[in-house]
Each structure stands twice: as structure tokens, then as C-alpha cells.
């Protein structure tokens, strides 16, 4: 069996308790701030350099709640931090993706992420991907984690 790949990503919350998510750039699917770490990278500093790298927003790793690591795929496991942040901190119009990627389609390259936007914890199913809708309802309660942040 292979090992599985591990993505490691950020849970960001404002102080509403809505989750801040990224639009996956020409797909349908908003997605959390993650990605797989280098060889030599901590889980943290890998959720800590995705979110840099897609969003723009610098964290200290001292304020991340460590939540573990959680069955996301058949192939994907997912290492997850949260944090709580003032709407101060993190605006939606400064938030900017460093990541490119080549297009299929023509090669050109684009943003990973390129829209963001607050969600509620109800609403999330609206916009995430199914596998991370899932682990939202099943596994990793949004609402109980903005009590256990407040």
C-alpha cells in the first residue's frame, strides 16, 4: 500500500466563527488554505508556508491550535491548525496567491487560489469540496471549534 500524501492547511476563523476559504482558480470548489510539505518541513511549517503561499497572510506559529491529523481522502490525509483572527487581520480584498500553477488548457500560468471569501459554518457545503464538506460535518465541527478558539 502507499504511503498516504499528507496535506497540511490552516482553519482560519474570524471572530463571527465563519471559515475563511480560497477559490480553487477554474474549478467549481472553495477550499482551506493547504498543501503537501517539503521532505524536511513540519507539519506547521508547511500549513504556515501553503498559507503564505495562497493567501498572503503571515502567522505566527505560537498562535496555531495544532488539531491533528484527519482522513480527508482514500489517498489524503489532512494535518490541521486553527486560529482565530479580528477582521483587522486578515481582509478579504488584501489576501493575494503567490502560488502558480500552468493551465491545462494552454499552459499559461495562474493562481492557485484566486478568490476569498468568509463562510458560515451552515453555508460551507455551498462552496467546499465534498471531502472537505464532509470532514466539516463529520469530523471537525466548525461551531465547536470557534467555542474551543473564543
Not at 488554505?33 to 498572503?56: F, N, S, Y
Not at 500552468?102 to 495562474?110: E, F, H, K, L, S
Amino acid at each position: 500500500m502507499a504511503d498516504r500524501t499528507v496535506s497540511c492547511g490552516v482553519v482560519i476563523l474570524n471572530t463571527q466563527g465563519d471559515v475563511l476559504l480560497c477559490h480553487a482558480t477554474e474549478t467549481s470548489h472553495w477550499d482551506i488554505p493547504k498543501g503537501q510539505g517539503e521532505a524536511d518541513e513540519q507539519p506547521v511549517e508547511a500549513a504556515l508556508r501553503e498559507l503564505v503561499e495562497e493567501t498572503g497572510i503571515v502567522m505566527k506559529a505560537e498562535r496555531l491550535k495544532d488539531l491533528g491529523r484527519f482522513v480527508y481522502r482514500r489517498d489524503k490525509d489532512l494535518h490541521l491548525f486553527a486560529v482565530r483572527v479580528t477582521d483587522a487581520e486578515v481582509k478579504l480584498e488584501e489576501c493575494v496567491c503567490e502560488s502558480y500553477f500552468p493551465r491545462r488548457r494552454d499552459g499559461a500560468m495562474i493562481p492557485e487560489m484566486d478568490a476569498y471569501r468568509w463562510v458560515a459554518p451552515v453555508d460551507v457545503d455551498q462552496y467546499a469540496s465534498r471531502s472537505l464538506a464532509r470532514l466539516f460535518q463529520t469530523t471537525l465541527s466548525l461551531t465547536e471549534l470557534h467555542q474551543t478558539l473564543a
